[in-house]
């Protein structure tokens, strides 16, 4: 089946800095990737779609200057969380179309101290 | 709008018990329904797939349903086991591959 690869699976941070969460599709291309954000004891919530050489649509209420979605290839799209406040402290993950299904990566836990 | 809800938010059962998961979703324009266990501070494993053509999955000791007319799924976990607790998840794919999730269920089984 496909397999979708995010990285890191967890990752402690400093307020203020940046992290990036990289989700790379390993067999197969995908022009469409997903982020979804989960807070604890809460469901997973999309934040973004990312498509393959085009800018990403958020969803309402995700600052987009916050959360830079890059998909410069059609295997890889990056999650960057910039100036990282401990508000920004959750569960990450991404998953990648193919068709009308979707493939989920691990998931990332950031962590902002 | 999409939305998922499921239902118990939490359930607790004796090892050995047979138990029904609930899902309900309110557009039954759905490409497919996704069952996942998530493990405490840990990621998604995908469970069961169910395409919207399909009435039921099985794998193992679980049995998923899907009645797309009525917006329903069911995980019907059979003889459960200590190792099945956990937060279960549905997801419906509603289009171009985006998912809208539950809110979970948490089983617990006891020994």
């Known amino acids: 089946g496909a397999v979708v690869s995010q990285h890191p699976s967890w990752v402690i941070c400093k307020s203020g800095t940046s992290v990036k969460i990289e989700c790379r599709s390993l067999d197969f291309q995908a022009t469409t990737m997903f982020w979804y954000r989960q807070f604890p004891k809460q469901s997973l919530m999309l934040m973004a779609t990312?498509?393959?050489?085009?800018?990403?649509?958020?969803e309402q209420g995700v600052e987009k200057d916050k959360f830079l979605i890059n998909h410069a290839s059609l295997t890889l799209s990056t999650l960057t969380v910039t100036s990282a406040h401990p508000e920004d402290s959750s569960f990450y993950i991404c998953?990648?179309?193919?068709?009308?299904?979707?493939?989920f990566g691990q998931g990332t836990r950031l962590t902002v101290v | 709008k999409q939305e998922v809800t499921q239902i118990p938010a939490a359930l607790s059962v004796p090892e050995g018990e047979n138990l029904v998961l609930n899902c309900s979703f309110t557009?039954?324009?759905?490409?497919?329904l996704q069952w996942f266990r998530q493990d405490p501070g840990k990621g998604l494993t995908s469970l069961l797939l169910i395409q919207s053509s399909q009435r039921e999955q099985t794998s193992g000791r679980l049995n998923a349903s899907l009645d797309k007319s009525s917006g329903r799924s069911t995980l019907y976990i059979a003889a459960s086991q200590p190792g099945d607790s956990a937060t279960y998840l549905c997801a419906v794919v509603v289009g171009a591959g985006k998912s809208t999730f539950g809110d979970g269920t948490t089983l617990t089984v006891k020994p």
């Open positions: 557009d039954s324009a759905i490409y497919n």
């Open positions: 998953s990648a179309r193919i068709g009308n299904e979707a493939f």
């Open positions: 990312s498509n393959e050489g085009s800018k990403a649509t958020y």
